[in-house]
T-cell receptor, first 110, second 111 residues
């Protein structure tokens, strides 16, 4: 039982490049989330999903897209990376008590 | 939408002292209030939570209080230890909607 697994853990992108962050959970949770964490800003919600095939926008969705084709996977895509997207990205799934977070992806856009 | 304010942003205490972190929320429909601890370079982890039908909850050295009328809740850590040093986040949600987080409090416990 791995919980919530994020890949990759680290990535450096050049401005304009694209990439996909993968979040996988093995707890059969319906709800999954993508947050970004920046110094002094806390955790801000990018997109979330309440079940397979559904997605919704959070507080800071611009520049990101998501897909939930399978219940256990929630993908976050950056189509054209910008330096403002340099951040630590956390995926989470919802339990009966709050969230279980993945270990995070540290993304740097140069 | 929900807005969560958290204070202070940094808090320094001596080992053995108590620490208090306060949060306010804006949405009166919010009914679930978790607290997370994040050590440097690690993921946030749930340390305690409270629902709106309860005014106070304790778990060993940590406790959370909730004042629904004033729309604020607080985290209390007694007998602080160096390993309590971390960033603490409060959050709020209503039902199974999304969690809105405060900006965090960096707690430093000096030996």
């Amino acid at each position: 039982n791995a919980g919530v697994t994020q890949t990759p853990k680290f990535r450096v992108l050049k401005t304009g490049q694209s990439m996909t962050l993968l979040c996988a959970q093995d707890m059969n949770h319906e709800y999954m989330y993508w947050y970004r964490q920046d110094p002094g800003m806390g955790l801000r919600l990018i997109h979330y999903s309440v079940g397979e095939g559904t997605t919704a926008k959070g507080e800071v969705p611009d520049g990101y897209n998501v897909s939930r084709l399978k219940k256990q996977n929630f993908l976050l895509g950056l189509e054209s990376a910008a330096p403002s997207q340099t951040s630590v990205y956390f995926c989470a799934s919802r339990t009966g008590r709050g969230y279980t977070f993945g270990s995070g992806t540290r993304l740097t856009v140069v | 939408g929900e807005n969560v304010e958290q204070h202070p942003s940094t808090l320094s205490v001596q080992e053995g002292d108590s620490a208090v972190i306060k949060c306010t929320y804006s949405d009166s429909a919010s009914n679930y209030f978790p607290w997370y601890k994040q050590e440097l370079g690690k993921r946030p982890q749930l340390i305690i939570d409270i629902r709106s039908n309860v005014g106070e909850k304790k778990d060993q050295r940590i406790a959370v209080t909730l004042n629904k009328t004033a729309k604020h809740f607080s985290l209390h850590i007694t007998e602080t230890q160096p390993e309590d040093s971390a960033v603490y986040f409060c959050a709020a949600s209503s039902g199974y909607s999304t969690l809105t987080f405060g900006k965090g409090t960096m707690l430093l416990v000096s030996p």
